[in-house]
């Protein structure tokens, strides 16, 4: 399904990009480069690029009904606005851990944020995937790793992907109606030495789309969990993709180079880039965050 092979389509060299996120009010993609603090924003029409400045480290940003965005900062969720660039403190999932930060989100159907964090050290069990509830409240439901990413739904919202990184698993939760995860099971199991599954993205046929941290790829797999197929990249940190365009046919991939020695980043100097790639099969439509906000 894949039609076009991956190319660099913004020049950052960043430490971390992370998060894409196809916004289509704007016809637009946004990412964030975490370690460099930054929001971004790309207009493939014009190829308008722009970038805002985070107070603290940056996991995501997540569109809101009605404008905005809610942002995953290191100290907590807060509402962004790119109008003046202002971050308003929401709330802090994890006032006890001032070690870990947030990493990686998705909105389900119903409008609310799902969301992860992760120890910034990358070495304790510290991290979980929380659900913004309607209250304001942030919700744990999932058991502690150290570096979460995802989560990721499924088209009819039933579904729930989330990813232990260092552990190289992905898992899949039945996602209830009450937004409670129950029937955790792996989904995908991705060895150490071919890489480490970063952020999960699900097209419109319901497969999982996987990048590999240091495994210079991106993965399709079927609803079922079996490997479809594999798209390589020139640089080996692929941090997660987002469906994109008038027909949700380009895929954007985020990438880093934060691990990369100088010698390796000048063979390797397209790590931390943007990148883009044509698909026959489409994405599925984003969603508004519309709890808690």
């Not at 039609?3 to 020049?11: K, Y």
């Not at 290191?74 to 994890?94: C, I, M, N, Q, Y």
């Amino acid at each position: 399904m894949v039609r076009s092979e991956p190319v660099s389509v913004w020049q950052l060299g960043a430490p971390l990009l992370e998060g894409p996120v196809w916004v289509e009010r704007d016809q637009a993609l946004w990412f964030v480069d975490i370690k460099g603090r930054k929001v971004h924003r790309y207009d493939p029409a014009n190829g308008d690029r722009r970038s805002w400045d985070a107070p603290d480290q940056v996991g995501f940003v997540a569109p809101i009904e009605g404008g905005g965005f809610v942002a995953g900062l290191k100290t907590g969720l807060a509402r962004f606005d790119p109008a003046d660039g202002s971050f308003t403190h929401l709330v802090d999932p994890e006032p006890h851990l001032p070690g870990n930060r947030l990493n990686d989100a998705t909105v389900d159907p119903e409008g609310r944020l799902w969301f992860g964090t992760m120890d910034d050290a990358e070495a304790a069990d510290s991290g979980t995937i929380y659900q913004l509830a309607g209250d304001g409240s942030c919700v744990a439901s999932s058991p502690l790793v150290s570096i979460t990413n995802g989560p990721a739904v499924s088209p009819d919202g039933r579904t729930l992907y989330h990813i232990d990184t260092l552990g190289g698993v992905v898992f899949a939760c039945d996602l209830d109606a009450d937004g409670a995860l129950t029937g955790r099971r792996e989904f995908a199991r991705i060895p150490n030495a071919e890489g480490y599954p970063d952020g999960p993205t699900v097209d419109s046929e319901g497969c999982v789309w996987v990048g590999l941290y240091k495994g210079s790829v991106v993965r399709r797999y079927s609803p079922s969990g079996e490997l479809l197929e594999v798209v390589r990249f020139p640089v080996d940190a692929i941090t997660k993709i987002a469906f994109g365009g008038p027909e949700l046919k380009t895929v954007y991939a985020t990438t880093a180079a934060k691990h990369l020695s100088a010698e390796e980043k000048a063979a390797m100097p397209g790590a931390g880039d943007l990148f883009a790639f044509e698909v026959s099969v489409p994405g599925l439509p984003g969603h508004l965050v519309r709890a808690g906000v």
